[in-house]
């Protein structure tokens, strides 16, 4: 594969697009905050994830080897990102009708666990090198909350540590918003022993409100339980190092989570902690946002349901820059599952017949301008835009193009090696009318064997007369 063409990604710290240059070349370092296993995924979530697979592909396609880590939630995120509102897990416990104990949560959290691996799967997305869970990392997160408190950082009232925010010089860099704009959403459910508003917790005792939270842990400030923010940092650090390369997420955690992240992390090492952050915008749908809290949501589940092509979803996200929101509507999504069968019927023409004419100029051509899409920034509708110049080329081969899409395809992630003729299912009517189409066709009746023919033909299926015996095409 060519390498001239530098790999350039938008980082959200400086807000420019920038060249990736890794800390190490031998492995990139790359953490996404994961799923809150309260509930299903729904297909705004599955959009970060698309969003981070092909951002982790696209590295690969560079040669860049990548440890890829995403956690999973089951303690500590609570129903605003913020410090107010109850444990999502506890509220689900709730929804469930389950019994208030540890093993009702971790029932909970196995079940949308599973349930997320599945539409991994389903939507072709790598799964990382290591998925972590928060509740197994509690001493790593004790351990750093304990060195923020040396550092000077955080604060103990009778209901948590605290982050002292400021103690901070650059809180919110990663915002850009000034600390008033950030108190003013942060002034629900103030805590009178908080020294300002925006300061967050670390770790929950358990007292006041959270007194009988289901997960308690011993720590030093006696029994409690972490807060959502440290999880990520202790996590990250333990698996890739105290520097790392890339942390990606979707932009709503760019002025809480991830700032607050940021905060506790360099306040722990004292340097700079992340060099690149990444964020998807959001799909959203006409009607505006989705929200679980509301139950309002569309799961890949549904969409499968309704008898649609996961992938098709897949393609859907491609078709949009990253950075760009996405409405998401039945009619796009059918516009994006008609390409993704329109692609698959041209592969598999190109399997069938596959013919060689090789022209390297064009090929590497192709390969020139791939590169340069998904370089510039994840550029994935223009990455689709050279895949179907492909599929049309007249000057190339086949086997030429096969190759070429096969190439592409370790980016994209559409499965179309794998792509071959669908098989017909057929009912017990049209496999009588072919086992009688076949007793008279060996009775040489030829008359009756085209009636027959035609009788399927109206029930929308086409035969074609194959050495290995008769293949049913749909119409
Ligand atoms: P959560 O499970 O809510 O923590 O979200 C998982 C991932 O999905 C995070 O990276 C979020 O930023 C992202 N996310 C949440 N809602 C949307 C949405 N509607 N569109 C795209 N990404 C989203
Ligand atoms: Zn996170």
Known sequence: MI??????????????KEEFKPIRKEEIGMYCCGPTVYNYAHIGNLRAY????????????????????????DVGHLTSDADSGEDKMVKAIRREGLDFTEESMLKLAKKYTLKFKENFKDLNILEPNIWCKATEHIPEMIKLVEKILENGFAYETSTAIYFDISKFKDYGKLAKLNIEQLEAGARIEPDPEKHNPLDFALWFKAAGKHQNHVMQWDSPWGKGFPGWHIECSAMSMKHLGEQFDIHCGGIDHIPVHHTNEIAQAEAAIGKKWVNYWLHNDFLVMKEGKMAKSKGEFLTLQVLKDKGYNPLSYRYFCLG???KTQLTFSFE???GAESALKRLKENVVSFKENNDSV???????????RFLEAINNDLNTPLAL?????????KEIGNNEKLKLLCDFDKVLG????????????????IDELLKKRDDAR??????????IRDEIKEKGFAIKDTPEGPVLEKI
């Open 3 to 16: 390498n001239n063409m530098k790999l350039k990604l938008s980082n959200t710290l400086s807000r420019n």
């Open 50 to 73: 698309i969003f981070e697979d092909i951002l982790r592909r696209t590295l690969e396609f560079n040669r860049f080897k990548v440890k890829h880590i995403i956690n999973i939630t």
């Open 320 to 322: 949009a820059h990253y």
């Open 332 to 334: 796009a999504l059918d």
């Open 358 to 368: 090789s022209n390297k100029k064009i090929e590497e051509e192709y390969k020139k």
């Open 385 to 393: 835009a050279v895949v179907w110049e492909v599929v049309k080329d």
């Open 414 to 429: 559409l499965g179309i090696k794998t792509f071959e003729k669908e098989k017909v299912v057929v009912s017990g009517i």
């Open 442 to 451: 060996k009775n040489k009746d030829w008359s009756k064997a085209d009636k």
